[in-house]
């Protein structure tokens, strides 16, 4: 079972950067797309970014265009998000994910199989 932990969360200002890193273990598969989403409080969790195989292929979401970038290292199966210019609304749970299969949407939830646990990110204002 493929296993992926979060790092990097922590607390910001408002305008401030943080690095996230997830690094997957007990890969027996090819990690096709990696991706990242959130969950603020009381809210349902949301996707941010995901990167494909090659890293030729990105998507993020509206809110964080601009902003954040994804880019992964497969020789570690590590998948990064750089987070810049956050806001107070940036913050979340932030969880990894990953598929060993090529589906259609990579931007819900159902498009992947594996998940982490997740890391803190709070920005203050």
């Known amino acids: 079972q493929v296993q992926l932990v979060e790092s990097g969360g922590g607390l910001v200002q408002a305008g401030g950067s943080l690095r996230l890193a997830c690094a997957a273990s007990?890969?027996?598969?090819?990690?096709?797309?990696m991706g990242w989403f959130r969950q603020a409080p009381g809210k349902e969790r949301e996707f941010v970014a995901a990167?494909?195989?090659?890293?030729?292929?990105?998507y993020y979401a509206d809110s964080v265009k601009g902003r954040f970038t994804i880019s992964r290292v497969n020789a570690n199966n590590t998948v990064y998000l750089q987070m810049n210019s956050l806001k107070p609304e940036d913050t979340a749970v932030y969880y990894c994910?990953?598929?060993?299969?090529?589906?259609?949407?990579?931007?819900?939830?159902?498009?992947?199989?594996?998940w982490g646990q997740g890391t803190q990110v709070t920005v203050s204002s």
């Open positions: 990167i494909g195989r090659s890293g030729d292929s990105t």
């Open positions: 994910a990953t598929t060993g299969i090529s589906r259609m949407d990579v931007t819900t939830r159902l498009g992947y199989d594996y």
């Open positions: 007990r890969t027996t598969i090819v990690l096709v797309t």
